[in-house]
């Protein structure tokens, strides 16, 4: 909007009538942020006529004593500050929800939490029924509690927005920043969550797993949680040795696993399959291009006996592909490792504050310090945690 349109609106409206104004304008979507000039805003306002004569004063005509001015006190310089926080917000946010390239939240259920280190409750499956003769009592069945504890954690950044960056409008830069502020916050949440995934972390102390509240490596190597292929299995001999990505029949012998070696966990009878279809297929960035092709191939080519069948790709449009480079980071033979399942019957985010923004007005020691004008906060407070171990498998590629 220009600057003349703005004086204009806010004479006519007043503070609060000026603000709800622009407000609506944005939520209907008549205006985006990018239409406003926070130059043009301070001036509409009446504030900041220091920062008037900042930009004058790199013209020849402009006037140095006109930098000993202070900005006006008052209203106006409210309003200023709480439409600026309003917009500049609205930027963080359009940042933070650029899921280009994001998988994370293919990964996890959002749970909505007051509570953090909450307690997940759950029970031992119970047996299947038992037929009942008539006139004769059903027999009881029994169960034992289980629980998994999560853990959240609080993480943001703030950003503060110096007087030259209004002065010499520069609004396109600031609102860049903002952009930057709220997209490298949803990056870090993602990373969280990809590598939670993963397991990457539980060499370091830091699980995701924390059965009755204590933590434990969710694909344990043995094999004793009934969700990894490869060596050192000695839960589950037929699945002992690495399993490459090369073909379909690699996801073949992870269904096959799925369905012999995957078992409820029932007290009062004996351990049954458990239906777990899959939907999705986690890999680094390296075995994407494979995985993909494995996936959505018409149809594979074996050759015996020096004779080629074609036929009909049993694992064709199975699974989603997912990748990310945040597995790639972990390194080593992870960049060969698989997961395969559903993830979001596995994993939780408990999110107790979703992503927020905050505003500090100039009144802070930075105003006076380092001419910040204001300062947006960035937070969120959330976590990820596993409260099964059987929903997803890690194959070992190697």
Request: glycine share 8%; proline share 4%; charged share 25%.
């Amino acid at each position: 909007m220009q600057g003349q349109n703005l004086s204009t609106l806010m004479e006519s409206l007043g503070a609060e009538g000026f603000y709800q104004k622009i407000c609506s304008l944005l939520n209907e979507q008549e205006l985006s942020v990018d239409d406003f000039s926070y130059y043009e805003l301070a001036d509409a306002c009446g504030v900041l006529p220091r920062l008037r004569s900042l930009r004058e004063s790199v013209a020849p005509e402009g006037a140095v004593t006109a930098l000993l001015r202070e900005s006006n006190p008052g209203v106006g310089t409210n309003l200023f500050q709480v439409v600026t926080g309003e917009l500049i917000g609205r930027k963080v946010i359009e940042g933070y929800e650029d899921s280009s390239g994001f998988i994370g939240d293919k990964l996890v259920s959002v749970m909505p939490s007051r509570l953090r280190n909450q307690k997940i409750a759950g029970f031992t499956a119970l047996a299947g029924p038992s037929e009942v003769a008539e006139g004769h009592p059903y027999e009881e069945s029994t169960f034992e509690e289980k629980y998994v504890t999560t853990e959240e954690s609080k993480k943001g950044r703030i950003l503060s927005i110096n007087e030259e960056l209004i002065a010499f409008d520069q609004t396109g830069e600031i609102n860049r920043r903002a952009m930057a502020l709220g997209h490298y916050l949803r990056q870090e949440r993602e990373r969280t969550i990809v590598r939670a995934v993963t397991d990457a972390d539980s060499g370091a102390g830091k699980f995701v797993y924390r059965p009755n509240g204590s933590g434990q490596a969710l694909y344990a190597a043995d094999g004793t949680h009934r969700n990894y292929i490869g060596v050192g299995n000695t839960t589950s001999s037929g699945f002992d040795a690495a399993v490459p990505l090369i073909d379909w029949t690699d996801i073949d012998t992870a269904l096959s696993y799925r369905a012999t070696e995957v078992k409820d966990d029932r007290i009062d009878g004996t351990p049954r399959p458990i239906v777990m279809p899959v939907k999705q297929m986690l890999v680094p960035e390296a075995l994407r291009g494979t995985a993909l092709s494995i996936v959505n191939s018409t149809d594979v080519t074996v050759i015996a006996n020096d004779q080629e069948t074609r036929f009909a790709n049993p694992v064709k449009g199975l699974v989603e592909v997912l990748s990310s480079p945040f597995v790639d980071e972990v390194g080593g033979a992870a960049l060969q490792d698989w997961y395969i399942g559903d993830f979001q019957k596995q994993f939780v985010w408990t999110e107790i504050w979703p992503v927020q923004t905050f505003l500090q007005q100039n009144d802070s020691d930075a105003a006076f310090e380092r001419d910040v004008v204001m300062r947006v906060k960035v937070r969120y407070y959330g976590g990820i945690s596993a409260v099964d171990t059987v929903h997803v498998t890690k194959v070992d590629g190697n």
